[in-house]
């Protein structure tokens, strides 16, 4: 009776404490979002390399497996790339956090002077026209929250598929997602919803990079297997629908727009959402291998491959 009541009060102090910790935070961000939104755009970018920076060399935050997921991903590296690597990555994430709170004004403004040289725009429309639809992926490269608006600037309508944030950070970027023009969808109940964006004419856009069991396999990346989402595969095999790549990337110019369409996909019973999938993630390698400090290695993207992937 005294140990389980003294579980029970254990329980009871983790969650409050856990409670005290998330009121700091979205206190925190809250603040920050105020002083950032206030500050000149140059001074809130620089903020935001300072965080980073601070994240990374005084804090420690997730830097042993940052690190170690750069090293084990570019293996002939040297020990002093993979340092100056994850320093630049920790100082583009800090920048584009700072960009996201700095203000929806600020946020349009950016979108506005989005280049799109290759012409993913041109090629949406096609599709739209042609086939109804399209699925567009993505990877965490870039500025991947504001890749789905930055594909409705090009004039088409987006559905996107996303987690769920908690807390103050998670409500300014639902409100964010709202100004700029995005339905959303819950990525643990997208998959008739989403079908249904996708025969009404509209683009579907999804990350699905992150480790996941739910409906997954396990696909080589980076050298190494990593559990992966079938479902834009899935989705774009029973829509009928083509499938492209793309992600907002940083130039020093601003942000810009790569894209590839996925030539492996055969609608019916002749499509294979492991192959489909295999495709994609190469040109996911291809654009992280070009500009490494961008894409978000602070996420345990490979875990221990034991067995197939589960049914979706």
């Given at each position: 009776?005294?140990?389980r009541?003294?579980?029970a ?13 998330d ?6 961000v809250?603040g ?101 639809g399209?699925?567009?992926?993505s ?5 991947w ?28 970027l ?62 774009c095999?029973?829509?009928d ?14 942000y ?16 294979d ?40």
């Amino acid at each position: 009776m005294k140990d389980r009541a003294g579980r029970a009060g254990r329980r009871g102090g983790r969650g409050a404490g856990r409670r005290l910790a998330d009121a700091l935070v979205d206190g925190g961000v809250t603040g920050l979002h105020l002083g950032l939104r206030a500050a000149p755009e140059p001074l809130t970018l620089a903020a935001g390399r300072a965080l980073g920076t601070l994240a990374r060399e005084p804090l420690r935050v997730r830097r042993r497996v940052v690190d170690a997921q750069i090293a084990a991903s570019f293996p002939t590296a040297t020990p002093g790339w993979v340092r100056a690597t994850s320093r630049a990555c920790y100082r583009h994430f800090g920048e584009e956090a700072a960009l996201l709170m700095g203000g929806p004004p600020r946020v349009e403004r950016r979108l506005s002077r989005v280049v799109d040289e290759a012409g993913l725009g041109p090629r949406l429309h096609a599709a739209i026209a042609e086939r109804g639809g399209a699925v567009v992926v993505s990877g965490h490269l870039g500025n991947w929250e504001l890749g789905g608006a930055a594909v409705r600037a090009l004039g088409v309508r987006v559905t996107a598929v996303v987690q769920r944030q908690r807390g103050a950070f998670g409500r300014r970027l639902c409100e964010l997602r709202a100004r700029l023009g995005l339905d959303v969808l819950d990525r643990d109940e997208a998959a008739r919803p989403a079908l249904d964006a996708l025969r009404s004419g509209r683009i579907l856009a999804l990350v699905a990079d992150q480790h996941t069991r739910r409906g997954s396999a396990p696909i080589d990346f980076l050298g190494r297997p990593a559990w992966t989402s079938l479902a834009p595969a899935r989705l774009c095999l029973a829509a009928d629908v083509p499938l492209f790549f793309a992600a907002l990337v940083r130039d020093p110019s601003g942000y810009r727009v790569v894209h590839e369409e996925i030539d492996r996909v055969r609608p019916g019973a002749d499509g294979d959402p492991v192959e489909t999938t295999t495709a994609w993630v190469r040109v996911l390698e291809r654009e992280i291998e070009q500009r490494p400090e961008q894409y978000f290695w602070f996420h345990r993207r490979w875990k221990r491959v034991t067995q197939r992937g589960e049914g979706a």
